[in-house]
């Protein structure tokens, strides 16, 4: 006999509006968006930033179009390829479920450099404010992923919190989408925040706020990944690495080489570059 705490009988749909189900998930996404870009708004005004409110309001709409799509191509290449391409017509099948965060941050930067150049604004100056609100929505979508008994942890006897969950069989598990919450949300919006609203200079080092962002985003979630169960269709992908563990370390990298790249030595640099 295995204990473990019985999963909450919890709905995926929070309501229905005639024929159309509302989930937990679509309204994760509708309230990210929404409380990402209140935000956003709010750092705009304080900063003087070029990305200013109005184009701050014009970029929710690309926002948005990056995080679906690439989310959902990003599930589609990194997680279930072989799927796909037997079901190519299942790839419009979002309401089913699938997203994936790492296709979603591909979309977003995609999403944020033509907004930029076409705006013709910094793509850094966008990056550095996006990134402080990004953590809303992590936090909202791990809400749903466990409100729907998905994406659930490893199976464990060593905690007191361990959840039976409907889909993981009889065996009690992490619930790794609480620990995702806690910190890709809450504890990365804290810190993220506490620097831009408190670390003036940090604040005025152009892409420094977008690499710690890669930085402690990739950190927490391989760390994460531990306590995570690998998708079924993959299994581990490289030895005792799992995808999102792999798609983590260049993150990690990239982030390192953005906050390098902010060090006031390397802003006179350029500075001299351009003179």
């Not at 390829?81 to 979002?94: D, H, K, R, S, T």
């Not at 907004?115 to 604004?121: D, E, L, P, T």
């Not at 506490?194 to 609203?197: D, L, M």
């Given at each position: 006999?295995y ?15 005639g024929?159309f189900p509302?989930r937990?998930?679509s309204?994760a996404?509708?309230?990210?968006l ?5 935000l956003?708004r709010?750092?705009s ?5 070029v ?6 309001d014009?970029f929710?709409?690309?926002a948005?179009?990056?995080i679906?799509?690439?989310g ?6 990194f ?16 309401w089913?479920?699938?997203m994936s ?5 591909i ?5 944020t450099?033509l ?7 910094p793509v850094l100056a966008i990056g550095?404010?996006?990134v402080c609100v990004?953590p ?7 809400l749903a ?5 998905e994406l ?5 006897q060593?905690v007191?919190?361990?959840?039976i969950f ?5 065996m009690p598990r992490h619930?790794?989408?609480l620990?995702?919450a ?9 810190i993220?925040n506490?620097?831009?609203?408190f670390?003036g200079?940090?604040?005025r080092?152009p892409?420094?706020?977008t690499?710690l962002f890669?930085v ?6 391989f760390?994460i990944?531990f306590?995570?169960?690998p998708d079924?269709?993959l299994g581990?992908?490289?030895g005792w ?7 983590c ?5 990239f982030?390192?080489w953005l906050?390098g790249r ?7 640099r350029?500075?001299k570059?351009?003179e």
């Open positions: 006999m204990s473990g705490l019985a999963f909450p009988d919890i709905d995926p749909v929070a309501f229905q509006i024929l509302i937990w998930y309204l996404y509708i309230f990210g929404i409380g990402a870009w209140l956003a709010r750092m005004r304080v900063s003087g930033s990305f200013t409110v109005l184009k701050i014009d929710l709409l690309w948005t179009a990056g679906i799509i690439g959902r191509l990003g599930y589609v290449l997680y279930n390829l072989g799927y796909y391409i037997e079901f190519p017509w299942q790839v419009l099948a979002v089913q479920g699938g965060f790492h296709g979603g941050l979309g977003v930067i995609l999403a450099v907004f930029a150049r076409k705006k013709q604004i550095d404010i996006v990004a809303i929505g992590l936090f909202l979508g791990r992923n466990f409100a729907n008994g659930y942890g490893r199976v464990t060593a007191p919190w361990a959840v409907p889909g993981g069989g009889d619930p790794s989408q620990y995702e806690a910190l890709e949300g809450v504890v990365l919006f804290c993220l506490a620097v831009w609203w670390g200079r940090y604040r080092r892409g420094f706020m690499g890669f402690l985003y990739g950190l927490f979630r760390g990944e306590f995570r169960e079924a269709q581990f992908v490289a690495l799992s995808m999102g563990q792999v798609l370390v260049p993150m990690v990298l982030g390192l906050i902010s060090s006031p030595k390397a802003i006179m350029k500075i570059e351009w």
